[in-house]
């Protein structure tokens, strides 16, 4: 688990810094030279019909760039073909770097980004295991500082319901956040939302929780003090 999450938490960091990059104009340029372009296409019905038999043919074809920058070779896959369009093997180009990786080819981008291929499909299909692993982590050390802070200490019995809850919510924020990258209005950093919120809301739900158990505990403080009764 601790994998995953590194590996999520440095997606998310690489994403969210080439789009940072990219709005502010702050890729390191270089010249190079388009020393290899390679063509993958896949053909295939959009849908539509029983079957999908009666669905327009569509052919998507995605390009393979290798290029020359200084001394150094580069390669970028999954380029659109409205981004290579144009683009010619031993073309001069200059190239927009983000930590030495490329971004942009003649302010085209070729930055792939979150896609569903590779380790990224793993994280998409692993994401909500990792976002309720991080809530229930986040809800534990929260309880252990009540507790040393003199609070009621909540075993996990009492902190499941304010888990499943915030849980709830970060998966509902999830299915909005796809609903706006159907759209084409996707995030970089769009694993941070569903956890921040649902990490939000469990801890308000824990707070209440430790609300009710410090105030059962002074209701019962009074008939335990009693003197017995003969």
């Known amino acids: 688990m601790a994998a995953l999450i590194l590996l999520l938490a440095m997606r998310t960091y690489e994403e969210t810094g080439v789009a940072h ?25 959009d849908g539509g019909g029983q079957d999908g038999g009666s669905g327009v043919w569509i052919v998507t074809t995605k390009y393979t760039i290798e290029l020359r920058v200084g001394d ?65 982590l986040a809800l534990a050390a929260a309880a252990y500082l ?22 709830l919510v970060g998966t509902a924020a999830s299915f909005v956040l796809m609903g706006c990258a159907a759209f084409g209005n996707s995030i970089a950093y769009w694993p941070v939302v569903p956890v921040g919120a649902g ?16 105030a059962t505990r002074v209701e019962d403080a009074p008939s335990k003090n009693a003197p017995a009764q003969v």
């Open 199 to 214: 990490t939000a809301t469990a801890l308000a739900g824990l707070r209440r929780a430790l609300r009710r158990a410090q």
């Open 72 to 136: 150094e070779t580069k390669t970028v896959d999954g380029v659109p073909d409205d981004s290579a369009n144009g683009l010619q093997e031993g073309q001069r180009v200059q190239a927009g770097l983000w930590h030495g990786r490329v971004v942009e080819i003649d302010g085209r981008d070729v930055w792939p980004g979150w896609h569903p291929g590779g380790w990224d499909m793993a994280l998409f299909m692993l994401y909500p295991l990792i976002m309720g692993y991080l809530i229930a």
């Open 21 to 45: 990059a990219r709005s502010n104009g702050t890729l390191h340029t270089a010249g190079a030279t388009i020393t290899k372009l390679t063509s993958h296409s896949t053909s295939g019905r």
């Open 146 to 167: 009540a507790g040393l802070g003199g609070r009621v200490r909540l075993v996990r019995r009492d902190r499941s319901p304010a888990v499943a809850f915030g849980f």
